[in-house]
């Protein structure tokens, strides 16, 4: 049986990963001056990896790293009108439309008239409320869990705050390294729903004895047939 | 009877604006060439404001604010050296060793041993837990929340979440706005434990109708003897 389904928000349910692409292009086209683009995403990327640890995920974060890297590959020359026009970059991203991904909302419905579902995503508080807020979605779930990282510590605590046997729970999300692996690794299963791209902070590879607990699904309409047969299966 | 306890954390059990305080006498000296303090004070204010609803509470707004104050005060002229002070100062302001408020530690290890504890907190998601994590306090609390936003919804949507009757819960904070209205709006009691300065943005005034619910105490200390009182004369 699958009791609890769990969802994860950005590029699983709405579109998250190209607002941040649109975005760097233009960074790169406004610092071109300095540095070609390719090279200034090596340097992003660092400097991104580099605050992790003190900002954490989400836009605010990626503004301040961005800003970073504006004075690291002008050796200090940026002027002040471009370090605005990266401020201005993250209030754009931050007020963005939330756009569901294609399939999310019927099957969502569809499967919130059967099953418990709740939402687990990572990111920052006040944008992913915003964002869960602005879904049209946040009616459906049963249980909203904005979370600061998602690891098996982070999984096993929520299940067990919410009463939930791993058997019967199943992750659908796009990033492997944050929505599969860690949820295979303490017992419960998950369906991988790959998005067109992936930040470079969220690849990884899935292991053949994980494998066995997860299934690939290339859109988020195959999931109700799936969940059908999976809960046939265990009666 | 009082069965859980709530406790605000900025403030309440470790200083915080004192932190942000610091950080805004810094920016004054640095920014002296351009701008007065007391002005620089002001537009800070006013930008901080006008920003929360874009970026919330938390430090990265606060330094983004920061940025966008240099940049308006200097006229478009400050210097990225300057912008990568600010930036640094928030990577200091992130890292600030947790410092308990007096008496904190031995009263809620105190209280823990006969009542739940909440930590209601407000702010970023990602520095808020590692402010929890490094407190040294995590463990004695039944509940850790960390919030968006104070209001009655928040406050009323934890009780349900909880189920916690308003009539046994009582919320410990030093913000007015933040700890003590919204609590005693939706039928719970508070305590206002003012801290040594507050926020611009977080001062208000109680009510008389409020007030009836709400007691002022002048050092957490004297909480396990307010509580003592309020459980026996309910009994």
Redesign the interface.
Known sequence: MISVIAFDGDDTLWHNERIFSMTQQKFRDLLSVYVEGERLDERLAAIELHNLG?????I??F??SM??T??DV?E??????I??AL?DF??EM??HPVELLDGVDETVRRLALRHRLILITKG????Q?SKVARSGLADLFWKIE???EKDERTYARLLEEHDIDPAQFIMVGNSIKSDILPVVRIGARAVHVPYEMTWVHERAELDPEAATRVWTLESVRDLPPLIARLSRRAV
Do not use: M
């Not at 003190?54 to 989400?58: A, H, R, S, W």
């Not at 920052?124 to 944008?127: G, K, Q, V």
């Open positions: 003190v900002f954490g995920y989400g605010k974060g503004v301040l800003i970073e504006a004075i002008s200090g020359q940026v002027p002040a009108s370090v605005q401020i993250g209030k931050l007020r920052d508080l006040f944008d409320e904005i979370v600061s």
